[in-house]
């Protein structure tokens, strides 16, 4: 079984900061993809970011230059640092991993957290 775990969530002002943490735990290999998707309600689920195991990140368009996304490998963690957040950024926002069970398990599959609700209102 592999658990990832949202963490972070909450009510938060316009321009205001939060971070998100999701640490995955169970039984496998190693992590490749890690990344952030948020859906609000009636909307597909979109890509926030995304980090490879090495440290490549991509970001929409709308969060890029407020948003970083960051990992710890040994720790099987993945981060969402939120800045100069907006009303639009309201959402759960779910945590991403692309799970290897074995060195031959070269693509990993997907797995998912939970998800954790952001607000961001005056």
């Known amino acids: 079984q592999v658990q990832l775990v949202e963490s972070g969530g909450g009510l938060v002002q316009p321009g205001g900061s939060l971070r998100l943490s999701c640490a995955a735990s169970?039984?496998?290999?190693?992590?490749?993809?890690m990344g952030w998707y948020r859906q609000t309600l009636g909307k597909q689920r979109e890509l926030v970011a995304v980090?490879?195991?090495?440290?490549?990140?991509n970001y929409a368009d709308s969060v890029m230059g407020r948003f970083t996304i960051s990992r710890d490998n040994a720790k099987n963690t993945v981060f969402l640092q939120m800045s100069m957040l907006k009303p639009e950024d309201t959402a759960v926002y779910y945590c991403?991993?692309?799970?290897?069970?074995?060195?031959?398990?070269?693509?990993?599959?997907?797995?998912w957290g939970q998800g954790t609700q952001v607000t961001v209102s005056s």
């Open positions: 169970g039984t496998f290999w190693r992590i490749n993809d």
């Open positions: 991403n991993g692309k799970v290897r069970h074995s060195f031959v398990d070269y693509s990993g599959s997907d797995y």
């Open positions: 980090i490879s195991r090495g440290g490549s990140t």
